[in-house]
């Protein structure tokens, strides 16, 4: 049985780094592309970016790109987001995501992790 | 990036009535196209992917057609369990890229 298990709920001051970590299990963790996907209140869907944990090569949206460092311990098969320099506007829920290749394209998501909301508060 | 359209925002629909979504690309994405449901409170769910497959479990009332720029969804026959918000994602080109989503609402 495919599962992502979050780290919890965190509150961060402006300024702040987070780190929001990712347990998988019942698959092969090596196998597949690992995307994080945040969520501000009451809004859509934003991808961040996608980590290979074979190889720990990674691919970050460009508005994230300086602020966002993914990475993982394929250990204890788990991934990690890192954010830094947090703004008000980062407050969001923030969801890894289990990546499936397209027949034509790059990735869909099948299976998520329930989130771990962030708070940016001063 | 490619801009992802979703019409209309929101849509209210009797129990056992149909549902067509739509979703708009800016640039042709191919069939590279999924749709995920979110209930509040929950993670998306994927429902259909490469425009037309259902994901594993996914209930035969749920359909997705479409290539290019044009892309459906189709509910048959609502169920209460299937009021939820929609959104399409394109996986053709990077940055990966979600509509704004469509809340279907019971009528």
């Known amino acids: 049985q495919v599962h992502l298990e979050q780290s919890g709920a965190e509150v961060k001051k402006p300024g702040a780094s987070v780190k929001v970590s990712c347990k998988a299990v019942?698959?092969?963790?090596?196998?597949?592309?690992l995307q994080w996907v945040r969520q501000a209140p009451g809004q859509g869907l934003e991808w961040m970016g996608w980590?290979?944990?074979?190889?720990?090569?990674?691919n970050y949206a460009q508005r994230f790109q300086g602020r966002v460092s993914m990475t993982t311990d394929t250990s204890i098969t788990t991934a990690y987001m890192e954010l830094s320099r947090m703004t008000h506007d980062d407050t969001a829920m923030y969801f890894c995501?289990?990546?499936?290749?397209?027949?034509?394209?790059?990735?869909?998501?099948?299976?998520w992790g329930q989130g771990t909301l962030v708070t940016v508060s001063s | 990036e490619i801009l992802m359209t979703q019409s209309p925002a929101t849509l209210s629909v009797s129990l056992g009535e149909s549902a067509t979504l739509s979703c708009r690309a800016s640039?042709?994405?191919?069939?590279?196209l999924a749709w995920y449901q979110q209930k509040p409170g929950q993670a998306p769910r994927l429902l259909i992917f490469?425009?037309?497959t259902r994901a594993t479990g996914v209930a035969a009332r749920f359909s997705g057609s479409g290539s290019g720029t044009e892309f459906t969804l189709t509910i048959r026959s609502l169920q209460s369990e299937d009021f939820a918000v929609y959104y399409c994602?394109?996986?053709?080109?990077?940055?990966?890229?979600f509509g704004g989503g469509t809340k279907v609402g019971i009528k």
């Open positions: 019942g698959y092969t963790f090596n196998d597949y592309y």
């Open positions: 995501a289990r990546g499936l290749l397209g027949s034509n394209g790059w990735y869909y998501f099948d299976f």
């Open positions: 980590i290979n944990p074979n190889t720990g090569s990674t």
């Open positions: 490469d425009a037309s």
């Open positions: 640039l042709s994405v191919s069939t590279s």
């Open positions: 994602q394109q996986y053709h080109y990077w940055p990966l890229t």
